[in-house]
């Protein structure tokens, strides 16, 4: 883009020294240029256009909020009147929605012009945007390299330059784990803070939206937006910590944490503790991605935050229980996708049974497939109580284990997102499981419900482009100080300001 924060595309807008219009058209032309990435699912320039003509004229009126004419594009899995949405998966192939998730409505409102529809894991199920329907997102730092999952086309565009943010969704670090493989910054906030109406379901009780873009002060703008009670969906909040769940909660959260963070002059974060699980630093984790972690937390030390060893004992824990937990409800969530209502339907079948077996067997990917027979058989009776149930009780226990460290010995827990750097594609193919264990640091934080961020924080691979990101988890509705710790923390970096070359 010509402009590269939020903010500075703002100002160009409102001084006329560009228009809606003509950053969309910039938009389209590069991910147009860019298609070999695959970060695109759906692209539609009349209807980009038509948005970014309406947010022009509501510049020329006076009647723009901050989002107004800033291009962004949506997962695939949000659906979005007018353009497909497949949730990548041949089994809603050229599904349109006849309306918009909410979203998708609210970024519309703030005057955001949709670029497209993009990439993803079939049903958000996969940790590097491989288990798409419709081939693999290329990593803009490295093309022989995923750019995560599920959420890798989201983080992929933002990289490659092609928008200035994107919406995500996180069950189990969908918006985290892609944002630190591809450079930019993610964050998943508490969960029931940000509405999932009209996001294609796959573990209800975990599924989180959340934006992505290229900076933390960035993401406040989005999530500010983003962050509403919402009536349609059950498990919306009315209330964080007393206040109402409303636009301007995420803003004035931030600005209060800046504003003290200045109080203290050359050491704005006298008084944070950050909680360092040992856990996190253990058997697992590579050299480079430790040494990078290692020295993003001596840089808020020497901000004067003090770091604090934590224990976090049933960090691997997560990884059991997240995989029962979520195929579970995916297995529930997905039986809809029967072949009689709507999604794909086979042509050959000779009753009812058998059609909706072979729509199944057809619609959905392997992936899909494994986690909805995993889920059905830990629901079935017999094994229910030894799996689910027992999952569900680890699930409190580790809830516990971060409130015990955050009411009591930390303000905030940082530490890696990933283990290593991204993976090449189609590695790992013969051991699907390995995708799951890498998964570690972030199933945790989705299964307590809390925000966590991601930033870059360094690089590593081979030739030293695969980027490193930085996890900083705070306790629930603590997304402004999160975002102000990492804005803090960019202030005195440049990771976030490197950008892959893309041609």
């Known amino acids: 883009m010509s402009f590269q924060t939020i903010l500075d595309t703002r100002k160009a807008l409102d001084s006329k020294q560009t228009s809606a219009v003509e950053l969309a058209q910039e938009a389209l032309a590069k991910a147009e240029r860019l298609s070999y990435l695959n970060a695109f699912l759906h692209i539609d320039p009349d209807l980009t256009l038509a948005q970014a003509q309406a947010a022009d004229n509501k510049i020329a009126k006076g009647e723009q909020s901050i989002l107004t004419g800033i291009p962004i594009a949506h997962k695939d899995v949000f659906v979005t009147k007018g353009w497909r949405t497949t949730a990548a998966s041949k089994m809603l192939a ?8 909410t979203v998708v409505s609210l970024l519309k409102q703030a005057g955001c012009v949709n670029i497209g529809k993009l990439n993803c894991d079939e049903f958000a199920m996969g940790s590097g945007n ?23 086309g989201s983080a992929a565009a933002v990289a490659a330059d092609i928008v200035l943010a994107t919406t995500g969704t996180d069950t189990g670090g969908s918006v985290r784990q892609p944002s630190a493989l591809c450079g930019v910054s993610g964050i998943k906030p508490t969960y029931g803070t940000v509405s999932r109406f009209g996001m294609i379901a796959f573990a209800s009780s975990l599924d989180q939206a959340g934006p992505i873009a290229r900076n ?5 703008e989005l999530l500010d937006v983003m962050s509403v009670f919402d009536p349609k969906d059950s498990t919306s909040v009315m209330q964080c910590h007393g206040n109402a769940n409303q636009q301007g909660r995420i803003k ?10 200045q109080t203290n002059g050359s050491t704005p974060l006298k008084g944070l503790r950050i909680g360092v699980p040992q856990e996190y630093f253990a058997e697992g984790i590579s050299a480079e991605v430790k040494a990078a972690v290692e020295q993003a937390i001596a840089q808020f030390v020497s901000l004067g935050a003090e770091r604090v060893d934590i224990s976090l004992p049933r960090t691997a824990l997560a990884i059991p229980a997240y995989y029962v937990i979520a195929p579970a409800e995916a297995s529930s969530n997905l039986s809809r996708y029967d072949g009689v209502r709507y ?38 009776q017999g094994y229910y109580d030894a799996y689910y149930l027992q999952a569900q009780r680890i699930r409190r226990m ?15 827990i940082m530490g890696p997102v990933t283990p290593t750097v991204a993976k090449n594609i189609g590695d790992n193919k013969e051991d699907v499981t390995a995708d799951w264990l890498a998964d570690i640091y972030t199933l945790g934080v989705s299964l307590a419900g809390l925000p966590a961020l991601s930033i870059p924080c360094g690089f590593g691979g081979e030739k030293g482009n ?11 509705f603590n997304e402004g100080q999160l975002l102000a710790l990492g804005d803090c923390y960019q202030q005195q970096t440049d990771w976030h300001l490197r950008q892959a070359e893309v041609k």
């Open 130 to 152: 491989e288990n798409s329907a419709f081939g693999a997102c290329l990593n803009p730092w490295d093309t022989n390299a995923v750019p995560g999952g599920s959420s890798g």
């Open 343 to 380: 999604g794909h339907r086979s042509k050959a079948y000779t009753g009812l049974e058998q059609m909706m077996s072979r729509s199944r067997t057809e619609g959905f990917g392997a992936e899909v497939q494994r986690r909805i027979m995993l889920g059905t058989y830990v629901l079935s």
């Open 94 to 101: 050229n599904y349109t929605s006849p309306f918009d998730a």
């Open 216 to 220: 933390a002060r960035d993401l406040v």
């Open 252 to 261: 004035a959260s931030f600005e209060k944490a800046v504003a003290h963070y």
């Open 466 to 476: 695969r980027p490193i990101g930085l996890q900083i988890i705070g306790n629930y």
């Open 398 to 412: 580790i809830a516990n284990d971060f409130q015990e460290a955050l009411q009591s010995k930390c303000d905030v």
